[in-house]
């Protein structure tokens, strides 16, 4: 074998070793984070790819309605002061200028528009860090367990509480006259803790959430800037 065949064989042998490695490790969701509003005429589209995106198990995509188009002709009946300070709180945490509807930001990590489908595929193929992450509904409580690991990053853990799915006429506003069909809507947010590298469990009651949510989602967000290390959803009855 020549030299050039012993340093390729040895850089397919290095990409085989790395394709198996990312394939051992546990999977979860990508996080879609979308910032929109029903007052917004651009948004739209972007709630349509997230209807899409909705069902699959690969996906994890949750629409935070804000609150700042609220006096432009039209108040958002999903909006949460939360949702606008959230999308401000990671736009000044990662040097962006400013916020927008509708922003999408791809698991904590990068902002697109909000009907960007090329940025989803394309980051749908990339490794992803993953923290296990279990959740379950038991005698009216979730109970989230996150195990220990070696490594000491500080994550925020997080339960967002959402709708499945709703429809809203729209009669005034940029979207008037239109009927907007939305999904996994936001409807309350709430930090339940920090996860500091040793195994911890977090609670939080069911009827402390809104009873029109369908599901809770766990995720796991950097206490920095605001990248997804963990996800996992419950179902809610």
């Known amino acids: 074998m020549t030299g050039s065949q012993t ?22 969701p990508l996080v879609l984070e979308l910032y929109t ?9 972007a709630e349509a790819l997230l209807g899409e995106l909705a069902d699959r198990t690969d996906v994890l995509p949750l629409a935070f309605h804000v609150d700042y188009w609220d006096d432009l002709g039209w108040r958002d009946r999903f909006a949460l002061p939360a949702a606008a300070q959230q999308q401000r ?47 379950e509904l038991r005698d009216g409580v979730v109970q989230v367990s996150v195990p220990a690991r070696s490594t000491t990053e500080v994550y925020d853990v997080f339960a967002i509480a959402y709708l499945s799915r709703a429809e809203t006429v729209i009669p ?3 979207n008037a006259g239109r009927t907007l069909t ?18 911890a469990v977090f609670t939080v009651a069911r009827n402390s959430l809104p009873a029109d949510a369908s599901r809770v989602a766990i ?11 963990g996800a996992s959803v419950v179902e809610l009855p």
């Open 7 to 28: 340093s390729a064989a040895f850089a397919l042998a290095a990409i085989l070793a790395c394709a198996a490695a990312l394939a051992q490790q546990p999977s979860r």
């Open 37 to 45: 509003s029903q007052g917004c005429s651009s948004c739209p589209p």
């Open 89 to 135: 709180w990671w736009a000044m945490a990662n040097g962006l200028p400013g916020v927008f509807t509708p922003q999408l930001i791809i698991d904590g990590r990068r902002s697109v528009v909000g009907s960007d489908r090329a940025a989803i595929i394309a980051a749908l193929r990339e490794p992803r860090t993953t923290v296990p992450v279990r959740a």
């Open 172 to 174: 005034r506003g940029e």
């Open 182 to 199: 939305e999904w996994n809507i936001v409807r309350s947010w709430q930090r339940l803790g920090v996860s500091r590298g040793g195994a």
């Open 219 to 229: 995720v796991l967000q950097d206490a920095g800037r605001g990248g997804i290390a």
